[in-house]
């Protein structure tokens, strides 16, 4: 395996996308929002099909060159970037979540309600490891280069998580809580994580 961290491209969207949609299977808002087991793989496909898409598009997508672990990152200026509701895409949501689809807006309201409002940041919106990958360092690995892009542009980063044994991780990784929160109408717990703006290291 190439432990290499590189920017992933269109060429690497099927990788990619069955890497994170395997990571968070069972993951707790996932679990929430999809809580069919038997559909949930196939579902989970679409949206991270969809989430890695447009990050190719507006974000930075990093990542082994095989896709043992992807991370999703949007830049400053586009960390509170949405497609409007009644954009003709949104209708692909439909057929994800079904009649559970409130319960995915809710989250995504909760999400954006916890983020910092300015825009002066580096988010890492999505990062996961091939299930038979973990355990291998590869997830710190990937967020560190995506924090290193974070230097170089003198941001802090943001992340959120619904993961509890992931917060320790990100503590480890210099991320401290910003705020926790539960999702509206009994939805999962969620950390809104910040860490702050370091020196870029290649600078003389």
Known sequence: MDRS???????????????????FHDDPAMCWMLPAAETRARRLTALCGW????HLSIGMVLGTPGCEVVTLWRAPGKVHF?????HPGALRFV???RRHLPRALRV???????????ERWMYLKMAGVRPDCQGKG?????????????AR?????????????????????????RSEWDVAGGGPHFWTMTRPAEPDPTTP
């Open 108 to 118: 995504d309201d909760g999400i954006r309600r916890h983020l910092p409002p300015d």
């Open 153 to 177: 542009l003198g941001v802090p980063a943001v992340l959120e998580t619904a993961t509890p044994a992931n917060v320790g991780l990100y503590q480890r990784l210099g991320f401290a809580t």
């Open 51 to 54: 989430m890695v898409r447009e």
């Open 5 to 23: 961290i590189v920017q992933l491209g269109p060429g690497h969207h099927a990788a990619a996308t069955a890497t994170l949609a395997a990571a």
């Open 82 to 86: 949405h497609e409007p509701l009644w």
């Open 95 to 97: 057929p994800i979540f």
């Open 138 to 150: 590869l997830g710190g690995q990937a967020i560190r280069a995506g924090l290193a892009e974070a």
